[in-house]
């Protein structure tokens, strides 16, 4: 079979699409393992703000909102660690989701008036729209996936402040000074994991339960069951519980572990077909138009 030139600008336009992914996924690894510095002033404002800022109701109801829309959001906001209020979250959306349409449409009428994106390519405006519409569709999806990579982080974190516990059971301290010695060991659930603490003395039961909700997963839900038992007696048996806990999560973070590493295999197994493109692009394809020009010829 003879490989005509469209299907040549084909594999060349996939192993672009390939090497851009490849980029990318460098990019974004480089620069999640960047240190970053501490916050030393919080808009607490701004926060209480999108927490307690909602839609009027004539809004809600031009936008074609629901309530089960609006709760489906809320626990995704929150399996994210976002406190913003999901009814303006999803309001906002769906009039981004209008804003990036009528974009798009001014940006494709600027193909022939210039003027109407202020003499900006009119091409990089319908693609830069494209992308925000990509994910506006599909935030749920997105979402979804930040709040799983969250979950991991959580699982990690508390499965070393339960070996933590585990090896301060022998000693005098109450739960609460165990906890605050655990708490140089946590990183992204310091300040929830602080705040806690905090709350402890004003009602322990409590402090925990705020902290279930501010984490928002099944994690840190039944580690907070275990510290309200080791709470209530700090027995040799309440421990036990806290190892089973602990090869729970020690089972789970495998399980992710794997789930990786098979990604990555896939993704290696793509772009070793690189090379070979490239290889069928430089020294073989010259050979097969020749092929085809003979073939025309004697016909």
């Known amino acids: 079979m003879i490989i005509e030139s469209t299907q040549l600008a084909n594999l060349q336009m996939v192993s672009n699409l390939l090497l851009f992914l490849l980029f990318m996924t460098i990019f974004y690894h480089f620069f999640m393992h960047m240190p970053t510095r501490k916050k030393r002033w919080r808009s607490l404002h701004v926060k209480r703000a999108l927490q307690e800022t909602k839609l009027p109701s004539w809004m809600f109801s031009c936008l074609g909102m629901s309530a089960k829309i609006v709760e489906e959001k809320r626990q995704l ?64 999806k ?33 739960l609460h000074a165990k906890l605050s010695l655990c708490v140089s060991q946590t990183r992204s659930i310091r300040s929830h994991f602080q705040l806690m603490l905090n709350e402890w003395y004003q009602g322990s039961e409590q402090a925990i339960n705020h902290f279930k909700i501010r984490l928002g997963t099944d994690e840190a839900h039944s580690f907070g069951e275990t510290l309200n038992a080791l709470r209530l007696n700090e027995h040799g048996s309440y421990y036990e519980l806290l190892k089973q806990r602990i090869q729970d999560y020690k089972e789970k973070m495998e399980l992710v572990r794997d789930s990786k590493k098979e990604t990555v295999s896939y993704l290696l197994f793509v772009l070793a077909g690189l090379p070979i493109l490239n290889t069928f692009r430089v020294f073989m394809y010259p050979w097969i138009a020749e092929g085809q020009r003979l073939f025309n010829a004697i016909n």
């Open 142 to 174: 997105v979402l979804a996936q930040l709040k799983e990579k969250r979950a991991h982080r959580i699982v990690r974190e508390i499965y070393v402040i339960s070996h933590h516990l585990l090896y301060y059971n022998d000693s005098g301290l109450n």
């Open 77 to 140: 906001l929150l399996g994210c660690g976002i406190w913003m209020n999901a009814n303006l979250y999803e309001g906002v959306r769906r009039i981004g989701i209008g804003g990036a349409l009528l974009l798009g449409v001014i940006a494709y009428l600027a193909l022939e008036y210039p003027m109407l994106t202020l003499y900006i390519q009119p091409i990089y405006v319908m693609v830069g729209t494209a992308c925000v519409l990509i994910f506006l569709f599909f935030d749920k």
